[in-house]
């Protein structure tokens, strides 16, 4: 939206005549949608924390440039109190529409209602927030986390369909994020009800190859006879096999691992036989995205809840997909 500065008088009447497609309109006349080279989205991502995220922030940067929608971006490192100021900072600027992915569920309302208060729709993209008030954003583009998890937990059952009793550790997301609290949830909901399935450890990784290296090399010495490592995420399973192989043992068959993503070191990593099997969760939102935005400025209706689509690897299936990964 471009702002006519110091044309005050212009300014009032446009400003009157302007749709509320937003902080205040772009100048394409009263209740009409603002052409699109005139649209301005705010977007706060969570950071650059793993693979995921850099082809979640390359295909919505992508997707915008190729809509001819000017997209502020602004990466919070991690941290809520980032995306906060982001927030704000959109606010203030008036864009026509806010995007963020949150880094984590709680927190938001009074931010959110600064949005609303200042009419400018609010899209969740990849992680939803726990607010109440679902009036707070108009629609929650991403994956079914709890599913993610559970197709996780069917793939152990049927991979220790024979074992008396399995020791797992498990390499959690970032505490109090979406993915890490329904990806948890779904893999216990499966495995939970047979007693031979045992996690003798749970601890955040916070997504990162790092993360996940450290967290590893410490349960290892604490739970040597370890069968399986479930971690939230290909960039924490990743650093798992570091651990693992500095241990002396061998990735994929002394501890077999399942992770989340299945990008592309990830799926290198599976058709190495150092992981065992990838449930996906695409980063590709930046199309549905855009979508999302035209029709909330044109002021059509948009669905509440849109789920996206994704698989499951196995090693084999990795082999073969490989050559065509988009990311
Ligand atoms: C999931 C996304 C998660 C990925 C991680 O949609 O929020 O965050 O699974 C990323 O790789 O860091």
Redesign the pocket.
């Known amino acids: 939206m471009k702002k006519i500065i110091g044309m005050a008088a212009a300014g009032a009447m446009l400003l009157a005549l302007a749709g509320c497609s937003g902080g205040g309109g772009s100048t394409s006349g009263e209740g009409e949608a603002p052409a699109t080279e005139d649209l301005i989205v705010g977007f706060s991502q969570v950071g650059a924390?793993?693979g995921?995220?850099a082809a979640n922030t390359k295909d919505i940067q992508a997707a915008f440039e190729e809509a001819g929608i000017e997209l502020k971006f602004s990466d919070a490192q991690q941290k809520q109190e980032n995306q906060i100021k982001a927030i704000r900072s959109y606010i203030q600027q008036g864009v026509d529409v806010i995007a963020f992915?949150p880094v984590v569920e709680s927190g938001w309302d009074t931010v959110l209602k600064e949005a609303k208060d200042a009419d400018i729709p609010v899209v969740l993209t990849?992680?939803s927030v726990d607010s109440a008030d679902t009036s707070l954003y108009v629609s929650f583009l991403?994956?079914d986390f709890v599913e993610e998890g559970k197709k996780a937990g069917e793939w152990v059952t049927e991979e220790f369909a024979d074992a008396d009793a399995v020791k797992i550790i498990q390499l959690e997301?970032t505490t109090g994020s979406a993915?890490a609290i329904d990806r948890a949830e779904g893999f216990a909901d499966v495995i939970g009800s047979d007693p031979k399935f045992e996690v003798v450890a749970s601890q955040t990784g916070d997504?990162t190859r790092s993360g996940g290296k450290q967290v590893t090399e410490a349960l290892l010495k604490s739970n040597p006879d370890v069968d399986l490592i479930y971690a939230?995420?290909d960039?924490m399973g990743l650093g798992a096999i570091e651990a693992i192989e500095a241990a002396g043992l061998t990735p994929g068959v002394d501890i077999k691992i399942v992770t989340?993503?299945a990008v592309k070191d990830g799926m290198q990593a599976l058709a190495d036989g150092k992981i065992n099997f990838i449930v996906e969760?695409s980063p590709l939102l930046g199309k549905q995205l855009v979508e999302i935005v035209e029709k909330v400025v044109a002021g059509e209706e948009v669905e509440p809840r849109i789920v996206t689509e994704e698989t499951t690897f196995t090693q084999e299936q990795a082999i073969e997909a490989l050559p065509d990964r988009q990311y």
Do not use: I, K, L
């Open positions: 924390e793993s995921w995220r992915s990849d992680r991403g994956s997301g993915p997504f939230h995420n960039d989340v993503d969760c």
